[in-house]
Structure formats: structure tokens, C-alpha cells
């Protein structure tokens, strides 16, 4: 059983900044990516940044100078940090981590049950 925990969602103000953490507990052998996606009303699921395991981070263009993410490895916890906030990055952001439960399985993608950021202007 794998579970992830989101927090620091909430409202911010247009030019606000906000901070992102999510945790993944249970039985986990490795990680091979985490990150964070994010959904608004109407639109496509859209990635905001990734930490594949052994590769470079990867960051959505419109956020790459405003967002930054970062990798606890010792405990299993990715940030997004989200700077100059603007009301098109208003969304559900969901945790996203590719996690091999054992040695011999292959690995799996585990979705966060997201939360919510909301920007006002």
C-alpha cells in the first residue's frame, strides 16, 4: 500500500507565493520520479515539474522561472515551490510518484488526491 499526502495549497494573492509538499509513505522499495502536475476547470491535466530518478528535472515552460522543484530522497517528500503566482496557475495540483514497491515488480504511478491552489487578482 502506497499513499501519498499533499499540503500548502490554499488562496494567494496574484504575485504570491506558495509552497507545495507531498510524502509518500508505505511500502516503497524505490522512487523513480516525483513531481507535480496540476488540472483547472476545463483543461487537460498538464505537467509543472518532475524529478525523474537519475535524470534531469523536467519543468512545464510557463513555470520554469517562477516554480522550483526540490527532492527529499531520505524522506520520500517533493516540493514545489511556486513564486509570483499569477490566476492562470489557479488549479488542482496533484502529487505524481513512480514507485517500485519491490525489487521484482515492476514500478507503478500513484496519483495525490490533489490540492487546491487558488489565485486571486
Known amino acids: 500500500q502506497v499513499q501519498l499526502v499533499e499540503s500548502g495549497g490554499g488562496l494567494v494573492q496574484a504575485g504570491g507565493s506558495l509552497r507545495l509538499s507531498c510524502a509518500a509513505s508505505?511500502?516503497?522499495?524505490?522512487?523513480?520520479?516525483m513531481g507535480w502536475f496540476r488540472q483547472a476547470p476545463g483543461k487537460q491535466r498538464e505537467l509543472v515539474a518532475l524529478?525523474?530518478?537519475?535524470?534531469?528535472?523536467n519543468n512545464a515552460d510557463s513555470v520554469k522561472v517562477r516554480f522550483t522543484i526540490s527532492r527529499d530522497i531520505a524522506k520520500n517528500i517533493v516540493g514545489l515551490q511556486m513564486n509570483s503566482l499569477k490566476p492562470d496557475d489557479a488549479a488542482v495540483y496533484y502529487c505524481?510518484?513512480?514507485?517500485?514497491?519491490?525489487?521484482?515488480?515492476?514500478?507503478?504511478?500513484?496519483w495525490g488526491q490533489g490540492t487546491q491552489v487558488t489565485v486571486s487578482s
Open positions: 508505505g511500502i516503497i522499495f524505490g522512487i523513480d520520479a
Open positions: 505524481y510518484v513512480v514507485i517500485s514497491t519491490n525489487r521484482l515488480s515492476s514500478p507503478g504511478a500513484y
Open positions: 524529478i525523474p530518478s537519475g535524470g534531469k528535472t
